[in-house]
Antibody, heavy 124, light 109 residues
Framework: VQLVESGGGLVQPGRSLRLSCAAS????????MHWVRQAPGKGLEWVSG????????SYADSVKGRFTISRNNARNSLYLQMNSLRAEDTALYYC??????????????????WGQGTLVTVSS | SYVLTQPPSVSVAPGETARITCGEN??????VHWYQQKPGQAPVVVVY???DRPSGIPERFSGSNSGNTATLTISRVEAGDEADYYC????????????FGTGTKVTVL
């Protein structure tokens, strides 16, 4: 399994950025995918997730209305469109594959594979 | 919403046992997962579903979960275990569906 993020960089407050995650080594369209971020020197924060068929999407309150997650199963790719960026969005953004266990109800959910992250810096 | 509280730091001598707690009301009713993150690296799951270990993770790593506290135990601590550790649950009661703990820095003396 390999997850490779790209698209990070320095951006001014209020501007937009689109992150990408290229997946390989597993059947991409069988799994939900997520974005998790980590501000410099801080802990992990879940950002957003998308089901295998894009039928279920969720966001953290901190990014709801500003960020949009999407995927292209034909291209084995995950995306995060980030608009109206703020200084507090500065972080390393990880793409993560979700493991769903505990039977058909998917009662156990954790991130079994992570990329190395792409750094987003929001500053004027 | 869920707030998973961990001690900021734990210090342990080589060969001793480190215990990292993750607290929240009735956490025992949820599956808890633990990640290890070394400097400059992505997190790696070391315990899932409270006490199971992924292949390749040493038996020295174990977990438990009951009542209001989940615990990650590292036995016979080695220098290579020095890292940040995070607990994580899936919480359906609020909008923040995937919750990470505040993180614990384990220092090997």
């Amino acid at each position: 399994v390999q997850l490779v993020e790209s698209g990070g960089g320095l951006v001014q407050p209020g501007r937009s950025l689109r992150l990408s995650c290229a997946a390989s080594g597993f059947t991409f369209d069988d799994y939900a995918m997520h974005w998790v971020r980590q501000a410099p020197g801080k802990g992990l924060e879940w950002v957003s997730g998308i089901s295998w068929n894009s039928g279920s999407i969720s966001y953290a309150d901190s990014v709801k209305g500003r960020f949009t997650i999407s995927r292209n199963n034909a291209r084995n790719s995950l995306y995060l469109q980030m608009n109206s960026l703020r200084a507090e969005d500065t972080a390393l953004y990880y793409c993560a594959k979700l493991y769903c266990g505990g039977g058909g109800g998917c009662s156990s959910r954790y991130f079994d594979y992570w990329g190395q992250g792409t750094l987003v810096t929001v500053s004027s | 919403s869920y707030v998973l509280t961990q001690p900021p730091s734990v210090s342990v001598a080589p060969g001793e046992t480190a215990r990292i707690t993750c607290g929240e009301n009735n956490i025992g009713s949820k599956s808890v997962h633990w990640y290890q993150q070394k400097p400059g690296q992505a997190p790696v799951v070391v315990v899932y579903d409270d006490y199971d270990r992924p292949s390749g993770i040493p038996e020295r790593f174990s977990g438990s979960n009951s009542g209001n506290t989940a615990t990650l135990t590292i036995s016979r601590v080695e220098a290579g275990d020095e890292a940040d550790y995070y607990c994580q649950v899936w919480d359906t009661s609020g909008d923040h569906l995937y919750v990470f703990g505040t993180g614990t820095k384990v220092t090997v003396l």
